[in-house]
Nanobody, 124 residues
Framework: QVQLVESGGGLVQAGASLRLSCAVS????????MGWFRQAPGKEREFVAG????????YYGDSVKGRFTISRDNAKNTVYLQMNSLKPEDTAVYYC?????????????????WGQGTQVTVSS
């Protein structure tokens, strides 16, 4: 089992920055990719960013490229999502997720473990 706990969400104005953290515990050796997803009310869960646990390869959704950065600190078993130039359309619950397999980085259904989510609200 893998446990994931997100933190760092909040209410900010457009143009501001936030950094989300995801603390990972349990069978971390079984993780291949870590991902961040988000879900706004009435919308499907959307891929935001992903990073391979061992190699650090990164992947981004089109709507956040150039504004968000995913990183990981394996010594601290923590994955981060640095969000800059936030927009009102970034408002959502942000989820951290872990995938045990190679492949399917962009698809929520491929992930095996999920955190409880943290709310990010961006006001205009």
């Amino acid at each position: 089992q893998v446990q994931l706990v997100e933190s760092g969400g909040g209410l900010v104005q457009a143009g501001a920055s936030l950094r989300l953290s995801c603390a990972v515990s349990g069978r971390t050796f079984s993780i291949y990719t870590m991902g961040w997803f988000r879900q706004a009310p009435g919308k499907e869960r959307e891929f935001v960013a992903g990073i391979t646990w061992s190699g650090g390869s990164t992947y981004y959704g089109d709507s956040v490229k150039g504004r968000f950065t995913i990183s990981r600190d394996n010594a601290k078993n923590t994955v981060y999502l640095q969000m800059n130039s936030l927009k009102p359309e970034d408002t959502a619950v942000y989820y951290c997720a872990a995938n045990r397999d190679d492949g399917g980085t962009y698809y929520a259904r491929k992930y095996d473990y999920w955190g409880q989510g943290t709310q990010v609200t961006v006001s205009s």
